[in-house]
């Protein structure tokens, strides 16, 4: 430790669970002039952006862009199918559910949270029964995040539209994908997914402060039963991208604009399902490290059951305050920057001391994942962290499989 930030200069690596690593070719793609938001090529590449972005989503119903941060996507797709004293049922696992049920709650809907806890999926039974209660269909909304960032659970979002179908519930099925798409497989159209929000900077790789509400003709409906709809988040107009900033809207995000069609560039041209394939991989490798560590020591994964973990982000617990020490020593000491936790502290335990995440999402590839690893390696040793052997070893094994 004498010998601080003495192997941290060089490139520095941002391992947190969004914003994400920025490839290159989006840096250089918004560093420009000023473009003319009135004509010319940004308001012709806009057509194709968004079918682009629907790609990566999976569907072909609409998309409407926000110059906002994912908050602004929550506000926004609930401003266009919810008005005030209109009940919606969300599903917490973790902080992010919390976040967008207090969006709801802001705007006057009757929120009923169903919480199932920091370290477990949604139990689609318990939902059901919910759903069977609601006999006279008073929930307009069903609100579930894919992957919670907080607690890195992956949540069954098909299972959610079968039992709704089972149940012939009309309410929409609301998901918010912020942390997963990219990363996670996706299917807005085959899932049945109504409304999905995300933003720019997780799986899509663009700096924060742009956001996407993706909608279908359902949820349309709602929203054109709804009495009025906030002339910001109106989704309407802004699922016409190309008049939209023209006319409508106000100023284009113009480089984030720029930034979004290189980063599309890169997810099609890898193609969307090896995109999915790569997280999936990376994800394997980081478990497979975790695992080992875990052998010996207090290090302890949030979500014990492989099959429910993301593959964007993984949460861990190493007894406090070792993961506060740990994630200052591989930044003062390597460059690199561990995820805190997010509303994780146990009881009596001061903040975040006890947790920490790995982002694994986006613009990351088997070099970066073995840098990430082979840092939390070096420092579980320096600080004399208690661990188990091998880790490097076992991640180095899937990546080499893959
Ligand atoms: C990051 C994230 C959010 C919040 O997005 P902001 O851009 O920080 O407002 C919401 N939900 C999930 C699942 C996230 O990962």
């Not at 939902?127 to 579930?144: P, T």
């Not at 208690?386 to 080499?400: F, T």
């Amino acid at each position: 430790m004498t010998k601080q930030n003495k192997l941290a200069p060089g490139r520095s690596y941002l391992a947190i669970p969004g914003p994400s690593v920025m490839p290159d070719a989006v840096l250089s793609a918004m560093h420009r002039a000023a473009p003319n938001i009135y004509e010319g090529e940004l308001v012709e590449m806009m057509p194709a952006l968004a079918a682009d972005l629907k790609r990566v989503a999976r569907t072909d119903r609409h998309v409407a862009m926000y110059i906002s941060n994912g908050h602004g996507a929550w506000e926004a797709a609930l401003s266009n199918v919810i008005a005030s004293g209109d009940r919606v049922l969300v599903l917490a696992t973790g902080r992010f559910g919390h976040g967008w049920a207090e969006m709801a709650t802001g705007l006057g809907a009757e929120v009923d949270i169903l919480d199932f806890g920091r370290n477990a999926p949604v139990d689609l039974t318990q939902v059901a029964e919910r759903l069977k209660a609601d006999s006279g269909h008073q929930i307009k909304a069903v609100m579930a995040v894919h992957v919670d960032t907080s607690s890195s659970v992956r949540n069954d979002v098909p299972g959610l539209r079968r039992l709704l179908d089972e149940a012939g519930h009309p309410a929409l099925l609301m998901a918010d994908c912020i942390a997963s798409l990219g990363c996670e497989r996706f299917e807005m159209d085959a899932w049945g997914v109504d409304v999905m929000v995300t933003a720019s900077q997780k799986g899509l790789m663009v700096p924060p402060g742009m956001a996407f509400v993706f909608f279908n003709d359902r949820a349309e409906e709602a929203r054109a039963r709804l009495p009025r709809v906030s002339r910001y988040w109106d989704w309407s107009p802004r699922a016409h991208a190309q008049e939209f900033y023209q006319y409508h809207g106000g100023t284009a995000p113009t480089h984030h604009l720029y930034g979004l069609r290189a980063a599309l560039d890169i997810i099609h041209e890898e193609g969307i399902e090896q995109v999915w394939q790569r997280h999936e991989t990376l994800a394997r490798a980081v478990w497979a490290a975790c695992e080992a560590w875990s052998a010996e020591g207090s290090l302890r994964f949030n979500i014990e059951d492989r099959a429910l973990r993301s593959h964007a982000v993984t949460a861990l617990r190493l007894q406090a305050p070792h993961a506060t020490e740990l994630r200052n020593w591989v930044q003062g000491n390597l460059g690199l920057t561990l995820g805190v936790g997010l509303g994780m502290a146990l009881p009596g335990e001061p903040a975040w001391h006890g947790f920490f995440r790995l982002g694994h999402m986006g613009h990351v590839n088997g070099h970066m994942i073995m840098g990430l690893l082979g840092g939390i390696e070096a420092g579980l040793s320096a600080l004399k962290i208690d661990h188990g052997p091998g880790a490097l070893q076992a991640a180095a094994k899937v990546i080499g499989g893959a």
